[in-house]
C-alpha cells in the first residue's frame, strides 16, 4: 500500500461517521412531513432563483412607460407580456422578483457563513483556552448583544455605504455572539471529556486537538442555528433594503420594490402584496425545514 | 447572592463602556468623519470650521474622553441638521416609541401565553396545530410588510382605520400589531414548549392525583414556573423591539426615535445617530440587567453564589 493510499483510507475513515451521521439527520428530517415540505419548497425556490434565466430572460430593469401599473394577468387588463404586472416605471414585476430572490439568498447565506465563521473561531478559542482570553471575548459578546441588532447594522451601514459586500460582513459581523455562545459551551463540556483529556496527555498539540476532536463534535448545533438565523438575515436584509440601505440600486431586491410599491398602494395592490409574499413563503420553507432539522439533531428540543 | 449582584453590576459597567467605544469609533468607521457629514460640494474652510467645531483635531483618545465625560454628565453633543441638543430630540421622540414597544409586548403577552397553554394542555388538537401553524406564519412575516398589508385592508380598502401618525388609539393599532407580531408567534411557541415540559413533570402528577381541578394545576402549579422563561425572553426582546420600531415608524410615519434615525442618516446628521444608537443601546442595557434581578427573584432554585 503507498502512502496515497494510505492518506486515503484514512480520509474515508474521518469522513466516514460523519456522512452517516448527515444521512440519518436527513433521513430523520424527511420523516417530519412539514420538515419534508419546507426542504423542497426551499430547493425549489434555490432551483429557480439559479436557474430562471433559462426559461425567463426578461431584463427586470427595462421600462415600458406605456405599461405603467398593468395588474397581474389574472385581472381585468393584465396580459400575458406581464404575468405578474408592471410597476409604476413598467418593469416586468416577475423578473424583479426573480433578480430580487438572487440577492436574499446570496445576502441571507453568506452572512450567516461570515458570521458562522466568525464564531466558531471566537467561541473555540474562548471555550478551549478560556481564562483572561475567554472573559475577554464574551464581554465583547455582551457588549454585542446590548446592541439593538437593526440600529447596530443600519448606522454602521450608514457610515461605510451600501455595497453587497458591506452588507454581508456588516450583516455577518453583528450575528457572530450566538454561534459563539453556542459553541463556547459545548467546548467546556466537551474538553472534559476522557477522549479529550487522553488526547492531551500524549502530547497532541492544541491546534490539533481543537480540529480533530473538539470541532466535529460541536459542529451540529450550529448548522441548525445557522439554517434558523439564514431566516432572520433575509428578514433583515429586505427590511434594510426597505429603508434604503440595502444593495445599491438598481439591482431589483424584494425590499426596495416593497418600498417603490408603498407609494402606488392605492392603485397597484400587487407592487406591495408579491415582494412580501415572495419573503414570507422563501422565509417560511427554511423555518420549516430548520424546525425539522434541530428536532432531528437535538431531540431533547423537540418541543420547542 | 451579592457577589453575584456585583459580578452582574461589573459586566454591565463594561457593556455600558463597550457600547460607548463603539458608539464613539462608529462615525470614524469611514476615516473622515467630517467628508462623512457635509454634503459632497462642501468647501475647504467648511471642512475646516466643521472640524475645529466637532473636536477632530484632537488625538482620537482625547475626543473619546470627552465624549465619554459628557456622555456621563447626559450631554451627547448637538445635531448638525437640528442644532439644538441631540438628547432633547430623543427625549421628545422617546415616549412615543416606548408607547409602541409597549403596545406591541403587551400585545404579545396577553394573546401569545393563553394561545401557548391552550395549546400545550391541548396538545395535538386541532387548536394546537392551528395556533402553531399560525405562529409559523407570523415568525415567517416581515413585520414592515405586514403593516403595508393591514394598511392594504384597514386603511385602503375597508377605511377603518388611519394609515398613519400618533394621538389616537386607532393610529396605534395597526402598528403595535406589526411590530409584535413575530413576538407574538415567538412568545406563543416558547409557552408552549415550557408547559409541555412543565406538564410532564412529577409534582404536576402529583397535584392532579391530590384531586385538584385541572385549571388550579395549570395556572397555579405549571404556569407560574413556566413564567420564568417567558419574563427572561419578554425582557431580552424588549430591546429587540425597539430595535425593530425603527422601520415600522417609517411604514407608519409614527414620530418616535426610529424615524429620527432614519431620517438623521439621511441628512448625515452623524451627531444625531451617535447619540440615538447610544442612548437605545443603554435603555437595553438596563432593562436586560433588571429582568437578570427579576430572574433571581422568580427563580430560587439557581445558586447565585458559584461562579457558573
Known amino acids: 500500500m503507498n502512502s496515497a493510499t494510505i492518506a486515503k483510507s484514512s480520509l474515508f475513515e474521518a469522513i466516514e461517521p460523519r456522512l452517516r451521521f448527515m444521512a440519518e439527520t436527513l433521513r430523520e428530517v424527511a420523516r417530519r412531513p412539514s420538515a419534508l415540505a419546507g426542504g423542497i419548497m426551499l430547493a425549489l425556490i434555490l432551483a429557480v432563483s439559479l436557474g430562471f434565466p433559462l426559461v425567463y430572460p426578461v431584463d427586470p430593469l427595462e421600462q415600458d412607460l406605456m405599461a405603467r401599473f398593468t395588474p397581474p394577468v389574472w385581472q381585468t387588463g393584465g396580459s400575458w407580456a406581464f404575468p405578474l404586472g408592471a410597476d409604476n416605471l413598467g418593469r416586468d414585476v416577475l423578473a424583479r422578483l426573480l433578480h430580487g430572490s438572487r440577492v436574499s439568498l446570496l445576502v441571507g447565506f453568506s452572512a450567516v457563513a461570515v458570521a458562522e465563521l466568525a464564531g466558531i473561531i471566537l467561541g473555540l478559542i474562548s471555550g478551549y483556552y478560556g481564562g483572561k482570553l475567554d472573559s475577554l471575548i464574551m464581554r465583547i459578546a455582551d457588549v454585542f448583544m446590548a446592541y439593538p441588532f437593526m440600529l447596530l447594522t443600519i448606522s454602521v451601514i450608514a457610515v461605510l455605504g451600501n455595497s453587497i459586500v458591506n452588507l454581508i460582513l456588516v450583516l455577518g459581523l453583528s450575528d457572530w455572539v450566538t454561534y459563539a455562545r453556542t459553541i463556547r459551551g459545548s467546548v467546556l463540556s466537551l474538553k472534559k471529556k476522557e477522549f479529550v483529556e487522553a488526547s492531551r496527555a500524549i502530547g497532541t498539540p492544541h491546534r490539533v486537538i481543537i480540529t480533530r476532536h473538539i470541532l466535529p463534535n460541536v459542529i451540529s448545533p450550529l448548522l441548525v442555528l445557522g439554517t434558523l438565523r439564514v431566516a432572520n438575515i433575509i428578514i433583515w436584509e429586505s427590511g434594510l433594503s426597505f429603508l434604503g440601505m440595502g444593495v445599491p440600486p438598481p439591482m431589483p431586491t424584494w425590499g426596495r420594490m416593497l418600498a417603490e410599491g408603498r407609494i402606488y398602494i392605492t392603485d397597484a395592490w400587487w407592487l406591495v402584496t408579491l415582494p412580501g409574499l415572495a419573503i414570507m413563503v422563501t422565509i417560511l420553507s427554511i423555518n420549516l425545514l430548520g424546525d425539522g432539522l434541530r428536532d432531528a439533531l437535538d431531540p431533547r428540543l423537540r418541543n420547542i | ?298 427563580d430560587p432554585q439557581i445558586s447565585y453564589f458559584e461562579d457558573k
Open chain 2, 1 to 298: 447572592m451579592l457577589p453575584y449582584l456585583l459580578k452582574r453590576l461589573w459586566h454591565t459597567v463594561f457593556v455600558v463602556v463597550g457600547i460607548s467605544v463603539i458608539s464613539f469609533f462608529f462615525i470614524h468607521l469611514s476615516g473622515d468623519p467630517v467628508m462623512l457629514m457635509l454634503p459632497g460640494d462642501a468647501s475647504h474652510a467648511e471642512i475646516e470650521a466643521l472640524r475645529e467645531q466637532m473636536g477632530f483635531n484632537d488625538p482620537l483618545y482625547e475626543q473619546y474622553l470627552r465624549f465619554a465625560w459628557q456622555a456621563l454628565r447626559g450631554k451627547f453633543g448637538n445635531s448638525l441638521y437640528y442644532k439644538v441638543p441631540a438628547m432633547e430630540l430623543i427625549l421628545e421622540r422617546l415616549p412615543a416609541s416606548l408607547e409602541l414597544a409597549v403596545a406591541a409586548m403587551l400585545i404579545a403577552l396577553v394573546v401569545a401565553v393563553p394561545v401557548g397553554i391552550i395549546s400545550a394542555v391541548r396538545r395535538g388538537s386541532l387548536l394546537d396545530m392551528g395556533s402553531m401553524l399560525g405562529a409559523l406564519f407570523g415568525l415567517s412575516m416581515p413585520h414592515f410588510w405586514l403593516g403595508i398589508m393591514m394598511i392594504l385592508l384597514f386603511s385602503v380598502e375597508l377605511g377603518w382605520l388611519p394609515t398613519s401618525g400618533r394621538g389616537s388609539l386607532a393610529q396605534l393599532v395597526m402598528p403595535a400589531i406589526a411590530l409584535g407580531m413575530s413576538l407574538t408567534a415567538m412568545f406563543a411557541r416558547l409557552t408552549r414548549s415550557v408547559m409541555l415540559e412543565v406538564l410532564s413533570l412529577d409534582y404536576i402528577r402529583t397535584a392532579r392525583s391530590k384531586g385538584l381541578r385541572e385549571w388550579i394545576v395549570i395556572s397555579k402549579h405549571a404556569f407560574k414556573n413556566a413564567l420564568i422563561p417567558i419574563v427572561t425572553v419578554a425582557g431580552m426582546q424588549f430591546g429587540f423591539l425597539l430595535g425593530g420600531t425603527v422601520i415600522i415608524e417609517t411604514v407608519f410615519a409614527w414620530p418616535g426615535v426610529g424615524r429620527l434615525v432614519i431620517q438623521a442618516i439621511f441628512n448625515r446628521d452623524y451627531p444625531l445617530v451617535q447619540s440615538i444608537v447610544l442612548v437605545l443601546a443603554l435603555i437595553f442595557v438596563a432593562v436586560n440587567f433588571l429582568v437578570d434581578m427579576l430572574y433571581m427573584y422568580l
